[in-house]
């Protein structure tokens, strides 16, 4: 039957199909689209709106493929392909088109890329002043990271389009141009009170990441006079005051927020930011139990962060500060439920890394706060005998600081260069350390004579003489040392008594026992007093508080004890150095028992520890303890260094030590091996010269003339007469 055509009506209602209008449409968009491109290259649109013509611009690219396709190429719209069949050419294209377009128009090459407006380069200084961020430095040290213009301000300032001499000095200053920064701040001419304050508070902005701390705590007092009350010129006048080391005005400050803020919330970032404040003082005075107890008050909200896992919420960035610095005060008053130190500060580099993106900036723009993680948590591996692993830490560290500030006048690259030298001077390269400090000298020498950050490199310039037999330079040192220190913290800070314990080991190797004696003891009762907490308040927070377990003393407590042995026994009381030898074993037991294929985290001082006990046993006679003593410092050592500790002299030191006992056994013949490498090791890893050096070579003479060899003897004293023309003839050996 023949197919009747359709009814001219039926199609009647419906519009033409007209691809070819909508097609001309699209195509007169993106060419006007281009036009703008290039015709107006420095048109910029707000962000939003900017997103919005990018996605209306995709969608037409996208509709114009899709009819060009089906009204173009409508024998290739449907293609077979094997495994998919038919596919649909315009869709295909058209998706990709506006995928495309999308990723076209948020890269940096859109036609009309987004304007973020004028950066607030006045928020951006303001950051690093409004928190103190505590940075692990040496032994019992723990500073106030100097502040300084973030890369994020500086980046920032590129941006900057006013030109007064007031927004002129704000970029100085982001670039670290702190002179050219005042010559502007002096032209500037407010023509209000209101630019008056702003002019003052750039003035002592400016003062204090020029390391010029106690002129501004004396202006922050000046605009507090104007507003007693106000948050931000508390904190900063409260970080100001505990800089320039006015710890009494730091607190009230810091006293005031923290009773203004109270009122906020427990997890209020005002709240955090007040007691963090008070518990930098109290590190800086060295009352760590205080800091430790004053820090509790945030614990909830670390815990609450950790258990929700929500680490990017609109407070990360105090939250990070406070995570920080809760680590650190762990680390100098530990507890045994503590959580690892390391996994707190790895989760406040990530705290300031999330926080930095969600500003629109680059993530790797957190390296101001980031390289202040890395720092702290070398210093943990070093504090955990970890030496490579904390090198590797150090070294990410010093890179991200030579990023932030450049090599001239860069504070915080010197202390993270100091913290390098200690590793390499602890590893026995010497010649590394030399250079290191020399280095980290000379950024820290803008730094006021009282500023605590100046002492670590002078610490460990000072281990560094004693290592190589400079004894007379050593001590004449660490005299100095103990000196600032107790002028740039407090009278009786821990980090008085470590270096006190330095000095007190050079008196065991120059033979003064005695001396050695009274110091170990003077600097014991310091650690003390920075491990007494105060009296816990009432209620269930006091209750909760006291029932935690008690502070566990530190390293250097377990030092103070084994000095003190040490000399007893070279002072023929036995009795007392049973005591005390005692007391530090004990100290070491409590600081928790490793693995057998783990470094303790006191592996050295362990070390040195078992060589005490050695010459304990060698003096009571007891031979077999002795042997056991000076093969398990062996063990420590080489479970510390590796390989490395094959040529290390600490390995020379008990050595010698195991000779001198096989002498003692009447058995000389067993004590030639270990003599010869211990003398082989010293001969390669110190300097020519060293008493240590000239003290092996006469003890191998010794022992060479009671096994009745006269020439080996002789020449073997004879070496050490010429090595004593190289040494200094004033200093004795050990």
Known sequence: MEKLPAHPTATAGRPPRQPRRTLIAGLVLLVFMLLVWFQAPGVRLPTFFQRLVGLANALVAMLVVVFAIREYAKRYNRLPLPWFGRISTSRVAGMATFLAVCLWWLSPWAPLPADRGEPDLSRLLEQPLSMPLLSLDDAELATINPPAPSRAAREAAADVTATDPFHRALVAMANRHFDAAAALLDQATPSAAADRESLDLALAQLDCYAARYSSASRRFGELLRLRPRFYDYLAQGALAAALVGDYAEADQRAQQLFEQARALGRESPRLIQAVNLLAAVRILEGRFAEARQIMQDTQAARDRAARSGDRSGYNSPPLAADVNNAAVVSLLYPLTDDTSPADALAWA????????????????????????????????????????????????????????????????????????????????????????????????????????????????????????????????????????????????????????????????????????????????????????????????????????????????????????????????????????????????????????????????????????????????????????????????????????????????????????????????????????????????????????????????????????????????????????????????SP
């Not at 490579?388 to 890179?399: F, G, T, V, Y």
């Not at 007893?568 to 009795?575: K, M």
């Not at 070491?588 to 304990?616: F, I």
């Not at 031979?623 to 290390?648: I, M």
């Open 349 to 732: 580099k990530r705290l300031w890394t999330d926080a930095t993106g969600r500003r629109g900036l680059p993530r790797e723009l957190a390296d101001l706060h980031a390289s202040l993680e890395w720092h702290n948590l070398g210093m943990v591996a070093l504090r955990q005998s970890r030496f490579d692993h904390a090198e590797q830490l150090l070294n990410e560290a010093r890179s991200l600081r030579e990023q932030a500030g450049g090599e001239r006048d860069n504070p915080r690259l010197g202390i993270t260069l100091s913290a390098l030298a200690e590793v390499s001077r602890i590893k026995a390269d010497y010649a590394a350390a030399e250079k290191l400090l020399t280095r980290a000298a000379e950024l820290l020498a803008s730094l006021s004579a009282t500023d605590p950050n100046r002492l670590p490199p002078e610490a460990t310039r000072a281990r560094l003489e004693a290592d190589l037999g400079e004894y007379s330079s050593a001590e004449r040192d660490f005299l100095h040392l103990i000196h600032a220190a107790e002028s740039s913290l407090a009278p009786r800070h821990p980090y008085v008594a470590a270096n006190m314990l330095q000095l007190a080991e050079l008196f065991l190797q120059t033979e003064r026992p005695a001396d050695a004696l009274k110091l170990a003891d003077e600097a014991a009762a310091m650690l003390k007093t920075a491990q007494i907490a105060p009296p816990q308040p009432p209620g269930d927070a006091g209750r909760a508080a006291a029932a935690q377990t008690r502070g566990l003393p530190p390293i250097e407590a377990a030092q103070a004890a084994r000095i003190a042995g040490l000399a007893a026994v070279r002072l023929g009381d036995r009795d007392l150095a049973q005591r005390k030898l005692d007391e530090a074993a004990q100290i070491l037991a409590e600081s928790g028992t490793p693995k057998s294929d783990e470094t303790p985290s006191a592996a050295l001082e362990s070390a040195d520890m078992a060589a005490a006990r050695a010459e304990l046993a060698t003096v009571l006679e007891t031979y077999s303890s002795a042997q056991t003593d000076y093969r398990e410092a062996l063990r420590l050592l080489d479970l510390t260094f590796g390989a490395a500790a094959k040529q290390h002299p600490l390995r020379a030191d008990y050595l010698a030590g195991l000779a001198r006992l096989y002498v003692r056994q009447k058995n000389a013949a067993a004590a030639v091996a270990p003599l010869e490498e211990s003398l082989a090791i010293r001969e390669a890893a110190l300097p020519a010269g060293h008493p240590a050096t000239r003290a092996a070579l006469k003890q191998l003479a010794d022992l060479k003339d009671q096994l009745g060899d006269a020439a080996a003897a002789r020449k073997l004293r004879d070496r050490a007469e010429n090595l004593s023309k190289v040494g200094r003839p004033t200093e004795k």
